[in-house]
């Protein structure tokens, strides 16, 4: 008997995992967890619907609190935005014999800068300042440029600020 390999319809096991009977949060990221799993055994790390998998979770544990598992999943969606191969700015996602281009992000895109801010507060929730530090001035880079004016970006200059300050009284605290 031959086994043919499909790629997974992103689509109907999101629809499946988070209707399926599952209420709690401990039961969608399980189950969410299981599809996380199976795609990234058959899709590269560079698949939008893997992304989607990761993306769906990170929301759902920054939803309910859970800093750490989110942090987890938005490095994977960050390193999945930033992913840089070839110079036309495309990745062809030959696994599978998948015939989808994925356009990768420039480097000041505003979605990677929300990315790295998002990253950012998650390091400052679970008090790694120095990580929230290097994410959260990569962050601003990018998003001065995009975002200055806006609400989003006075509430990223007010938390760098707070990032800025703690990160110099830990390093003259550290050097005593």
């Known amino acids: 008997m031959v086994r043919l390999d499909i790629k997974p319809n992103v689509e109907f096991y999101l629809r499946v995992f988070l209707y399926a009977g599952a209420t709690s949060f401990e039961e969608k990221k399980k189950l969410l967890r299981r599809a996380e799993k199976r795609f990234a055994k058959v899709l590269s790390k560079y698949n939008y619907e893997l992304f989607e998998v990761r993306d769906r979770l990170q929301r759902l544990c920054i939803d309910n609190q859970d800093f750490k598992s989110a942090l987890h999943y938005s490095k994977l969606t960050l390193e999945f935005a930033e992913c ?49 530090l290097l994410h959260i001035r990569e962050a601003y880079k990018i998003l001065r440029i995009t975002h200055s004016g806006l609400p989003l970006f006075n509430d990223l ?11 110099a009284h830990e390093q003259n605290f550290n050097r005593r």
């Open 157 to 167: 200059k007010d938390l760098h600020q707070q990032i800025e300050m703690t990160a």
């Open 84 to 132: 840089k191969f070839f110079n036309f700015n495309i990745i062809f996602d030959i696994f599978l014999n998948s015939i989808s281009l994925q356009v990768v992000y420039q480097p000041n895109w505003p979605l990677i800068g929300l990315h790295h801010y998002m990253v950012a507060k998650l390091y400052w929730y679970l008090e790694d300042t120095m990580r929230a």
